[in-house]
């Protein structure tokens, strides 16, 4: 967490290269995942805490250039309905970064995956949990999810 002004501004000056290293690391990951999945109708994406946002914000932008369906939501919530809709194949992202909501996040990922979901993990952690997974840095949570939104 940042702790004084002097901190999140070199933090925020080293954004752009955070940001940069997210598209050097995954280009090739992101192609052979539009492949993949170009066919689906229906996308989930699902996080906790602050993240939920950026969930939400990667299922609309799907939406508005693809025209299919994309929901974002908090991933606590999946039992409440979601998760009955859960099909094989189905992609659900899962924004995962390695905090206090990693393993919960997690969890709730299994819960789709015994669904017969595809996992696409967006973190700073790997997991073999992932179907794939779209690495991002390690970052202060407060600029996690400016890193997390670029690829999705």
Not at 23 to 30: C, T, V
Request: aromatic content about 8%.
């Amino acid at each position: 967490m940042v702790n004084s002004f002097d901190e999140a501004a070199a933090k925020l000056t080293n954004l752009s290269s955070e940001i940069t290293r997210v598209l050097d690391w995954n280009k090739d990951e992101l192609i052979k995942l539009s492949q993949k999945l170009k066919d689906k109708s229906d996308f989930y994406y699902i996080a906790r805490g602050i993240n939920f946002a950026i969930a939400s914000e990667g299922a609309l932008k799907l939406k508005e250039i693809s025209y299919i369906h994309a929901e974002g939501m908090p991933a606590g919530e999946l039992k409440h309905g979601t998760l009955a809709l859960i099909e094989p194949g189905t992609p659900v992202v899962v924004i995962c970064p390695a905090d206090y909501t990693f393993l919960e996040t997690l969890s709730n990922a299994m819960e789709t995956k015994s669904r017969g979901a595809y996992i696409i993990g967006v973190s700073d952690k790997e997991s073999d949990i992932y179907d794939s997974w779209v690495k991002i840095p390690a970052v202060d949570e407060l600029l996690y999810p400016m890193v997390a939104v670029v690829p999705l």
